[in-house]
Structure formats: C-alpha cells, structure tokens
C-alpha cells in the first residue's frame, strides 16, 4: 500500500530499466490486466496506452504525500 493509496505504475525516472507496477493493495486482481498491458507496451513501444493525466496519477516519481498531509497527522 502507497502513502497515498494509489497504486505505482510506470518507469522511475532514476533507475534505469526498472518498471513498476505495485501497491494495487486489494484491486490488484482487477486492475492487473490492465496495468500488465500498459507495463508491456511501455517496454516494447515506449509509450503507454492510456492518457497522461492517468499516468501522473500512477507515476513512481510523485509526490506520494500531496493532499494527504493533514490525514498523516
């Protein structure tokens, strides 16, 4: 589970060749064909199929705790 309950999906912009797709918690089993696709076309196309504001939603390299700031407290 991630800090902000969105799961991880995308490419670290400082590890080279590492793809994620993680912290799904409980709807990994429904989002996972779904997330194997978008993962297998990043790798073999470089680009995924869904829509930018999607994937800065997912991305690895955001800010895990905006917003959440005050329910951490």
């Known amino acids: 589970m991630t800090p902000d309950g969105i799961a991880v999906v995308g490419k670290p912009s400082k590890v080279k060749g590492l ?14 064909p779904g ?25 690895p390299d955001r800010d895990f705790y905006s917003g959440k700031k005050e329910a951490l407290k």
Request: glycine share 16%; hydrophobic share 50%.
């Open 19 to 32: 793809y994620l797709g993680i912290g799904m918690c409980g709807q990994g089993f429904m989002m996972g």
């Open 35 to 59: 997330v194997g696709l978008n993962l297998a076309n990043l790798i073999t196309k470089e680009k995924f199929l869904l829509k930018q504001e999607v994937l800065d939603l997912l991305s």
